[in-house]
């Protein structure tokens, strides 16, 4: 079983960037599609982007679209996602969550597809 782990959340100004690595732990992350969630305070947990094991297939939410790009290096067993001008309602938990799939263009934009979630990072974007 593979465990995500998510580093390089903060404090950030609008306009601002921040680069959210996803670690895996445990297993090999190749054979893992991969998402980025988001849940701010008294909101649900929305999709921000995901993207499948081989990298050539990305999806976004409408509301990053043009300003965030998710990547993946799999031989450093890491998924990245670049976020750049940040915006205040960008403020949220940022989770990773991944899935295994033999299929190598499989991707996914429902928190319940995939098996394994990391414990979060923080981002907040201060006006």
């Known amino acids: 079983q593979v465990q995500p782990v998510e580093s390089g959340g903060g404090l950030v100004q609008a306009g601002g960037s921040l680069r959210l690595s996803c670690a895996a732990s445990?297993?090999?992350?190749?054979?893992?599609?991969t998402g980025w969630f988001r849940q701010a305070p008294g909101k649900e947990r929305e999709v921000v982007a995901a993207i499948s094991w081989s990298g050539s297939i990305t999806y976004y939410a409408d509301s990053v679209k043009g300003r965030f790009t998710i990547s993946r290096d799999n031989a450093k067993n890491t998924v990245y996602l670049q976020m750049n001008s940040l915006k205040p309602e960008d403020t949220a938990v940022y989770y990773c969550?991944?899935?295994?799939?033999?299929?190598?263009?499989?991707?996914?934009?429902?928190?319940?597809?995939?098996?394994?979630w990391g414990q979060g990072t923080q981002v907040t974007v201060s006006s």
């Open positions: 969550a991944a899935r295994f799939s033999f299929y190598s263009g499989y991707y996914s934009s429902l928190a319940n597809d995939y098996e394994y």
């Open positions: 445990g297993r090999t992350f190749s054979r893992y599609a």
